[in-house]
């Protein structure tokens, strides 16, 4: 089964969409497996490349504005 579009032609290796090749008639399979899995075993080398566990890469994360805030605003435009 195409689990993702590009496929790869396992006999001559030519790219197509197809799960038969235009080019020869082989089998065409996916061209690479898929980039994320439930388990994601590489989830902690992202984490480490990454550094999440600095303070620094929690405040770089971008935030709403607090509800407080949102009121103030909304409360503005109404007046607007
Ligand atoms: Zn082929």
Redesign the pocket.
Known sequence: MARQLLQQ??????W?LETT????????QAAAPLKWSPEDHRAKIRRTLNNVATPEWSASIPTLPSVEELRAGHGNKEEE
């Open positions: 032609c396992t006999v001559c290796k030519a197509c090749c235009p080019q020869c008639g082989g089998n065409a």
